[in-house]
């Protein structure tokens, strides 16, 4: 098998050095070079359309990130950009609230089994610090046990520079899976636990898992009964991609409070917290949750338009039966190879770690990834992929194509 050429990425590198002089890093986060395969990856988008997406440089990709998750159905839904557009034209920021978030609200109540009332908010940050809050005003205690990614404020932080030690402390980290170190985290801080947080249906790069571990998203919901901690879901990765109703209707477990956001509006930024009206109550006194934008309706015109089509074209079925197409042939290919490497995931969230078989783990995990973008498929190399409704059976044939001709590199100049 043949390796590929660089790809030109001329502009994309230029803007990037003209970033660093003017913002701290150049870009943030997890958009940075470093959490691709730097020199290997672009690094400015020029546009999308369905499952693809082109960077300044010409370059065009099959787009198996998905804006880390938001998007759903594809880049560019032709009855989203009328609907938001039509918004625009009426105006969508107000001192005061559009009768769209009224509308939206009754339909997160109808999809959520745990939704009695719901606060809109903006970004999954704000929606899981208002979960958080809410639990912390609910219960009249303070700590959090927390397991997985829930954004970066203060709370939940892995990275705590600029953090207070106080705020830290408060916060207590689980292994998912593992229910017997959940009870023991409950029993040393007995009392003073005010909820639990958890992603249901895991993160891959923690431990790869395929669903949930029989029984213990229960376990985790009668620990919390036990101990008399607020249950929290995050779903703002699973939620309107595992189902409807999130990973909580799925499963069978209903939490007390639960976070959407990412696919809720297909890219634009919305989430929501959802839950008891007992607790989410707080926030009519006690609790304060308010912020200029909240109310902004463009995407919650896209959101209602967002889940029109879902339920009109049924799209979660559509990527769950195209995603388990995807994870059989993935791990036949995986197999074949004869690659260390483990296949991870759901069918809406595939995933491909390098196993730590021997030195050589982090050197095909580069070669790998070098020769799926050069390839023209862009995933990332330390988060799982997602399936959109867009991605046509021909992407997904071409994104395994891609995929079986990068391990048989990886297998060839790194044997096992
Ligand atoms: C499970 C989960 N919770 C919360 C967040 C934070 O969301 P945001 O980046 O929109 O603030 C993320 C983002 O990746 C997430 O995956």
Partial sequence: MEVKPKLNLEKSLALFEEAKKISPGGVMGIRRPYNFIEGEYPIYIDYGYGSHIVDVDGNDYIDMLCAYGPIILGYREPEINDAVIEQMEKGFCFSLVQPV??????????LIP??????????????????????????GKDKIL????????????????????TSCELTLEFPYGNLEALEKLLKENKGEVAAIIVTPVGHPLAKPVSAPPAGYLEGVRS????????????EIRSGFRVSMGGAQER?????DLSTFGKALANGYPLSACVGKAEIMKEAEEHVFISSTFFPNSLEMVAAMKCLDIMEREN?????WKSGQNFLDELNNMVHNSGVPATVSGIPPMPFLTFDKADDSYKK?????????????????????WYIT??????DLEKALKVISEALEIVAKEYPA
């Fill in 315 to 319: 799209v979660i079925d559509a990527i």
């Fill in 223 to 234: 620990l919390a009964d036990q101990y008399e901690a607020v249950l929290i879901f995050d």
């Fill in 389 to 394: 409704y867009r991605h046509s059976a021909e």
């Fill in 114 to 139: 745990s939704a009695e009332m719901a606060i809109l908010v903006k970004t999954g940050s704000d929606a899981t610090g208002v979960a958080v809050r809410l639990a912390r005003g609910f219960s």
């Fill in 101 to 110: 978030q009224n509308e939206l609200i009754k339909r997160l109540i109808k």
């Fill in 251 to 255: 499963y069978g477990v209903t939490p």
């Fill in 146 to 165: 927390r397991c997985g990614y829930h954004g970066w404020h203060d709370w939940c932080v892995e990275v705590r520079g600029g953090v207070p030690k």
């Fill in 364 to 384: 095909r995990r580069v070669r790998f990834f070098t020769e799926t973008i050069r390839r023209g498929l862009f995933i990332q190399p330390y988060h799982h």
